[in-house]
């Protein structure tokens, strides 16, 4: 069982930068691969990015936003920069027991953090 609480998120400027955080909680955290989706309003819920425990990654916002994670303190965070309004929505923590960017492979989930990009 993991447990997942996001943090770091807010109102921002467009072009600014924001890191979200994840806590995890349980003692299989290094074996889980973490991702990071997110939901706009009237809109599925889309992959970010995700990473394995041994650092491998897969990033769909590359060049703007970087995943990493840290297994001593069960933590994963997702660094975001030159934000856009479109960014806007609720960021979500995940965790899958295989690398890949379906919501389906995921079996546990925070509650979000909202992430708002003003123009």
């Known amino acids: 069982q993991v447990q997942l609480v996001e943090s770091g998120g807010g109102l921002v400027q467009a072009g600014d930068s924001l890191t979200l955080s994840c806590a995890a909680s349980?003692?299989?955290?290094?074996?889980?691969?973490m991702g990071w989706f997110r939901q706009a309003p009237g809109k599925e819920r889309e992959f970010v990015a995700a990473?394995?425990?041994?650092?491998a990654y897969t990033n769909s916002m590359k060049g703007r936003f970087t995943i990493s994670r840290d297994n001593t303190k069960n933590t994963v965070t997702l660094q975001m920069t030159s934000l856009k309004p479109e960014d806007t929505a609720v960021y979500y923590c995940?965790?899958?027991?295989?690398?890949?960017?379906?919501?389906?492979?995921?079996?546990?989930w925070g509650q979000g953090t909202q992430v708002t990009v003003s123009s």
């Open positions: 995940a965790a899958s027991p295989v690398l890949g960017s379906s919501a389906l492979q995921y079996n546990y």
């Open positions: 349980g003692r299989t955290f290094s074996s889980y691969v």
């Open positions: 990473i394995h425990w041994n650092g």
